[in-house]
């Protein structure tokens, strides 16, 4: 049974939060997320979510039980130059907070609790550090803590484009008219899940996101469709089951909130996809949020693919040359494990063999003879090479062919080819990556000769300059 590596990590830091005689401390056991919405023309509201391990907190006896008192410190940056050179700007935003936690009796915390808490606030739409700081506590032995995530925060403000929030993932939502307390909002009661896991004890997923502007792809009965499903992480089709489509009549917000049982998944990683369909059943903006599912008794389906001999099969027959360049070309859509594993083997043999189960562990159809996802990857490739190919390498070999391979076709390109003071640049934006939501490309022809590099991304993993826009302009120098 397969358990990712992010389910390991989330139960042992459960299991080893109480210590033990002769380790050393650890710090407060502490998952963070966030997710932002629309709040007026020149701000966006921002939501920070925060689980704090109820077993790694430091407990004082009280009259009621016990209590712990935790100061956390929470503070957001723009990203800037100096951000990137490793000097700390102004904050635009902080707050300093003593979270008070009770509990009737310290035997009685199990694996797995959280205190849950929540922060707004109404910002700027932009590209921001968010930081986390937790003080060592010397009474109990407790370590400091520091946590960081890059945050891009969206501009809603567009009357004339649909749009779609950030999707909050929750334990549980509910009517309720209690407008004072800390996770009221649109008339419901949203209790967030920060650390994204669900699973044995907790097979409901929640969720809640708001769609704008949705009169724009609405028919003539003033209505659009929502489609909201599950899917595994590594196929785009909805899982059996786990997909809900609904008419609603558009209006702005639009309020979203659904739930799926999630009892009978497998323990694996996956996505909660959402999108806003017009009349014509096309899917005109999207959102997903990876989650993370942990059920030990339920087995994994065996599918039967239809081309299941290696020997019969034309990855058998493959050349050299023709195994290199198919690494080659799926390197940018492998995991880090698949690329280490790629490097490693040496046997033709092998790398045919390896060639074959990687396109087969994607098949989002294995009982065909077709591979949808492979037919559409090469189909990305063919186009990249018409497109973007240069002087000196193909263009599935270049940084946009290799970004539009691997995250598909942009929501929108912005060409910036003659701006005066300006180097040659295209911004690429991508109304949702699994994972990331909305997402920002810079490609940069620095050289003057066609050659387009990425030199910013706000997707994880890919380059980032903060200062983007001064290294663009001619006569600019480091």
Excluded at 33 to 56: Q, R, T
Excluded at 149 to 178: C, K, M, N
Excluded at 399 to 414: C, N, V, W, Y
Aim: proline share 5%.
């Amino acid at each position: 049974m397969h358990i990712s590596i992010r389910l390991i990590v989330v139960l042992l830091l459960c299991a080893f939060a109480r210590g033990s005689m002769g380790q050393d401390p650890l710090p407060v056991e502490l998952d963070l997320d966030h997710a932002a919405f629309a709040y007026d023309a020149d701000h966006s509201m921002l939501e920070i979510y925060l689980a704090f391990g109820a077993a790694s907190l430091g407990y004082e006896v009280s009259e009621d039980g016990y209590r712990a008192r935790l100061p956390i410190d929470i503070v957001m940056l723009r990203s800037t130059a100096a951000t990137l050179e490793g000097t700390p700007s102004d904050p635009v935003w902080q707050d300093s907070l003593t979270l008070d936690f009770a509990v009737t009796d310290t035997a009685g915390l199990v694996q797995g609790q959280y205190f849950v808490r929540q922060a707004r606030v109404t910002i700027a739409p932009g590209e921001y550090e968010l930081r986390v700081l937790i003080p060592s506590d010397e009474a109990h032995g407790r370590p400091s803590l520091e946590l960081r995530r890059d945050v891009l925060v969206p501009d809603f403000a567009t009357d004339e484009l649909v749009g779609l929030s950030d999707v909050t993932l929750a334990t549980g939502i509910a009517p309720s008219q209690e407008r004072d307390d800390l996770f009221f909002k649109n008339g419901l009661l949203i209790h967030p899940n920060a650390n994204q896991l669900y699973g044995k004890g907790m097979n409901r997923l929640y969720y809640y996101a708001e769609a704008y502007n949705a009169d724009a792809i609405a028919g003539d009965d003033g209505q659009y469709t929502l489609l909201a499903y599950i899917a595994e992480a590594n196929k785009p089709q909805p899982l059996s089951g786990l997909q809900k489509r609904a008419k609603r009549d558009a209006r702005t917000p639009d309020v979203l909130a659904g739930t799926f049982e999630l009892d009978a998944l497998p323990s694996g990683s996956y996505f909660l996809r959402l999108a806003l369909l017009n009349e014509h059943n096309e899917s005109m903006v999207e959102q997903s949020r990876k989650f993370f599912v942990f059920n030990p008794d339920v087995e994994r389906e065996q599918v039967v693919a239809f081309e299941t001999s290696f020997e019969t099969s034309p990855y058998a027959t493959m050349t050299e040359e023709e195994v290199a360049r198919g690494l080659a070309h799926i390197d940018p859509i492998s995991t880090a494990q698949e690329q280490q594993r790629a490097r490693s083997i040496q046997d033709l043999d092998e790398k045919r063999r390896f060639l074959m189960e990687f396109w087969q562990r994607r098949d989002p159809n294995p009982s065909t003879p077709i591979n949808e996802f492979r037919d559409e990857f090469y189909g990305r490739l063919q186009y990249a090479n018409e497109r973007y190919s240069v002087r000196t390498m193909e263009g599935w070999e270049t940084d946009r062919g290799r970004t539009l391979i691997k995250f598909g076709a942009p929501s929108m390109i912005e060409p910036h080819l003659y701006d005066r003071g300006y180097k040659p640049y295209e911004v690429w934006q991508y109304n949702n990556i699994p994972g990331e939501g909305q997402a920002v490309f810079v490609f940069a022809d620095r050289d003057g000769f066609g050659e387009f590099e990425l030199i910013h991304s706000t997707v994880a993993g890919e380059r980032k300059l903060a200062n983007w826009v001064e290294e663009l302009q001619d006569g600019y120098s480091n």
